[in-house]
């Protein structure tokens, strides 16, 4: 029997990138997985690639910046598998900081901080009540080194703190109710948002001791050890800093990761990332 057999999962930007590869991965050792994205055409074409690989999914188009939206993507993902047994919080946002920060906007550090940290507390609020029946329920929070160290993009990476910060009061809080709650934050990931940035990467791979940056499938692999009902452990992944955030807070670190200094930043894009 396969670890994820009768579960059903769902995750918020899983068109491409980490969440896709999530996706594919949780499908792969059995659960039945919902792939939700504010772009519905890419979740169909994950959710079909898995049903051609002779997983279970379906897509579901999804903002994560309207609780309706949410409300209706828990509901489907119960009705469509009979439970939900765990929730995966991969969607963001990340613009551009303004060239000085006292020029910095209002509307885009709302926007990043909505889609970054107030989705996940949207979607854990949704989907708690179904994690608590389901007895084995687990919440996987994709956050970011930007989150523990200091990198450019201010909202972003205040929004990434928060969502770390939620994952361990959410912990102590569900965590009697028999729901762990657990945080993934990686580094550096070949994903969508590097596009165009060979160069780039060439570089930081150079700060880790593996000689290489994170791919989507070894974040993918993180998240499923945050799943199921036993105790997190460290995860030794390149780009990769496990978090896991349990009712006893316990902080786990990926040995075979350096976080590059502050002077190599992330890229910024002029566009809000909602896959990474």
């Known amino acids: 029997m396969k670890r994820f057999e009768g579960y059903g999962v769902l995750i918020t930007a899983a068109g491409?990138?980490?969440g896709a590869a999530t996706a594919?991965?949780?499908a792969e050792e059995g659960a039945g997985v919902v792939v939700s994205d504010v772009d519905e055409g890419a979740a169909g074409k994950v959710a079909a690639e898995i049903r051609e690989r002779g997983g279970t999914a379906r897509e579901f188009g999804c903002d994560v910046a309207d609780r309706g939206d949410i409300e209706a993507a828990v509901a489907y993902a119960v009705e469509t598998f009979g439970r939900l047994d765990v929730l995966v919080n991969n969607a963001c946002a990340c613009h551009s900081d303004a060239a000085l920060f006292e020029d910095e906007d209002d509307e885009v550090w709302a926007r990043d901080l909505d889609i970054t940290l107030t989705a996940a507390y949207r979607c854990a609020r949704a989907a708690l009540p179904h994690l608590v029946a389901s007895g084995r329920g687990a919440i996987v929070n994709i956050g970011s080194v930007n989150g523990i160290q200091a990198w450019s993009n201010h909202a972003y990476s205040a929004a990434k703190a928060?969502?770390?910060?939620?994952?361990?009061t959410l912990a102590g809080h569900a965590?009697?109710?028999g729901v762990r709650v657990n945080l993934v934050a990686p580094g550096t990931v070949r994903t969508t948002a590097w596009a165009g940035r060979d160069e780039q990467l060439d570089a930081m791979r150079k700060l880790y001791?593996?000689?290489r940056v994170g791919e989507p499938g070894d974040i993918a692999a993180a998240s499923p050890r945050s799943a199921p009902a036993s105790r997190p452990s460290a995860v030794?992944?390149?780009g990769l800093r496990p978090r896991c955030a349990t009712t006893g807070d316990v902080n786990r670190r990926a040995a075979s990761t350096r976080y590059p200094p502050p002077s190599h930043p992330p890229p910024q894009s002029s566009a809000p990332r909602t896959s990474p």
């Open 175 to 177: 965590g009697p109710r």
């Open 209 to 211: 001791p593996l000689g």
């Open 16 to 18: 491409r990138g980490i």
């Open 24 to 26: 594919r991965r949780l």
């Open 236 to 238: 030794n992944a390149p």
């Open 162 to 168: 928060g969502l770390g910060s939620l994952t361990r």
